[in-house]
């Protein structure tokens, strides 16, 4: 990770779905196996993580045009962008979310 507030997994290491959990699960403090109900909410309940890992596998076009996924997962602003580097910040009540500011 380069910073508190990135959580990144470098493209093709892992499918983007996995990566998500992988950055929540570091955010959170706990191993990636830990990030399953009942304590966590699936991550399909926000995304479906096949169609996710298939775009960013089949589309090698997304990185050129600076293309990204985003969603709320957990309490984080989560970015998948087209290269498969991951952001995961912490929702902030107050101003625009990362999501909202990234997407602008």
């Known amino acids: 990770m380069s910073s508190p507030t990135d959580a990144s997994t470098p493209c093709g290491e892992v499918p983007p779905s996995?990566?998500?959990v992988e950055a929540v699960?570091?955010?959170e403090g706990v191993d990636a196996t830990e990030i399953e109900p009942p304590e966590y909410e699936p991550l399909y309940s926000?995304?479906?993580?096949?169609a996710l890992d298939s775009l960013f596998r089949t589309s090698h076009a997304l990185n050129d045009r600076?293309?990204?996924v985003a969603l709320e997962y957990e309490g984080y602003d989560v970015v998948v962008h087209?290269?498969?580097h991951v952001d995961v910040r912490e929702q902030d009540d107050e101003d625009a979310s990362f999501v909202d500011?990234?997407?602008e």
């Open 25 to 27: 699960a570091a955010r």
């Open 66 to 68: 600076g293309a990204l």
């Open 46 to 50: 926000v995304v479906n993580p096949e």
């Open 101 to 103: 500011r990234v997407v």
């Open 18 to 20: 996995q990566a998500i």
């Open 82 to 84: 087209g290269d498969g």
